[in-house]
């Protein structure tokens, strides 16, 4: 039995769901509301001390960070594999994962956008020049890397999907919130593009967000 | 043959020379000055278009992203291992090496503190106390994570040391160097000091830097 601790709009979640979606696994979830801070609370923090999401209950085991789950999940369930058989193959999706969930993702949350207004007085304008600003670096990096190598196919990595089109997605989901034009990223347009003719990656979008819930 | 494009002060470098060091893998270095920003010349960003340290060459192959690396040493090179072998496990000590360096890391790095310069003129002051709001931020959930998991031993899992242990060193020498007082982490500054006893992190730490270099 797997339990998601979920909110449709965490971008580290929606990576989850999409993993537990290509592997075809049921699961439950628990919604915990980031704009009420339901993540913050005591009933979630004795769960993820992070007070972050998402977190995933397997069995007796509690999960959290996006990447670790996603890695139990290959070893746990590994059909269909969301990595390459080879090592190197291997490392250069999971850089490709880092790529955003090392050097993007954790520029633009919430908690940090609410320092900044909180310690240097940004107004919201501040704050998406701040967003987009890594957005647009980290973006522009990856593009690079995809672009320019061969191994690049109809996905991030050859013709699979991988753990690095599952970080990919959400962070342009987002981006696009935030007023970037994806097109400036033409290879990272075109697999995004791809993914989201998959109805894994259509499932675990926010707008389809209709949790089977046991809210917080 | 391996090569680590390497500089002493880049906390993810630190990372990959501790566990090169564990494994007793012999290195060549490539040092890049991260002070005139080498990392970011064409030489080097023709090799890792994120220009960002580390990489590692291994063979034909060129890694980057520290974790990336780590994996692929710990698939390549298996003694002495590096992760436990329960998938459950693997995911705590996986969640605790991002809870460092997807959580912490990247909120504290040059570029950072240099953006926050340029577009938010933050004087030095400013960007210190960012830098020590996350490293207190993170670090107290870390410490609740091991104070509170009776999988917490010697080291952050068990008695062996571990992903977990690589991240954390490196992030509480650089969060000294800006002024945290890590007593007010006991299980965090416990486990630091006893990874300090031990060579292989000795040989990685900053101030043991004498690399066999190719400069670049």
Redesign the interface.
Known sequence: MLTLHDFYRSSASFRVRIALNLKRLRYEQIVHDLDTGAHQQPRYVAIN????LPALV?GR?V???S???L??LE??YPDPPLLPAK??E??????L???V???I???TTMR?GH?LKT??S?DDA?VL??KQ?WLVDGLS?IE??LA?DPATGQFCHRDRVSFADIALVPQIVSAQKLGIVIDEFPTVARIVGDCMQLQPFRDAHPDAWTPHLNSN
Chains 1, 2 share one sequence.
């Open positions: 001390p992070q007070g972050l397997a085991q999960l959290s960070q990447l670790a789950i890695e139990f070893i746990t090592p190197a291997q490392a250069r999706v999971r850089a994962f880092q790529a969930a090392a050097d993702h954790p520029l940090v320092y310690a240097f940004c501040a020049r701040w600003h990096a690079t890397m320019a």
